[in-house]
């Protein structure tokens, strides 16, 4: 079993950054994809960045390219999402999720974090 643990959501304004941290438990966590996931109310849930742990090969959406930057930290097995240049569209649920989905958004996700919400003010 794999737990997902987010932080770093909260309230931005319209421009601002803001740095999501999603932290993965579990011994036998090693070798999945892990990436970002979000929902806007009234929309699917949709893919925005993932990378995958043993190449570092890393997929965005076309709307959050420039502006997302995925990374990760082996040793602590985290995955984190930086966001600048935020816009109100950019308002939703962010998802941590770990899985061969997670890399590209296709495919099936394993396990899911609970949501942080990011909220920006226009």
């Known amino acids: 079993q794999v737990q997902l643990v987010e932080s770093g959501g909260g309230l931005v304004q319209t421009g601002g950054s803001l740095r999501l941290s999603c932290a993965a438990s579990g011994r036998t966590f090693s070798g999945y994809p892990m990436g970002w996931f979000r929902q806007a109310p009234g929309k699917v849930r949709e893919f925005v960045a993932g990378m995958s742990w043993s190449t570092g090969r890393t997929s965005y959406a076309d709307f959050v390219k420039g502006r997302f930057a995925i990374s990760r930290d082996n040793a602590k097995n985290t995955v984190n999402l930086q966001m600048t240049s935020l816009k109100s569209e950019d308002t939703a649920v962010y998802y941590c999720?770990?899985?061969?989905?997670?890399?590209?958004?296709?495919?099936?996700?394993?396990?899911w974090g609970q949501g942080t919400q990011v909220t920006v003010s226009s």
């Open positions: 999720a770990a899985g061969t989905g997670a890399r590209t958004g296709a495919g099936p996700i394993d396990y």
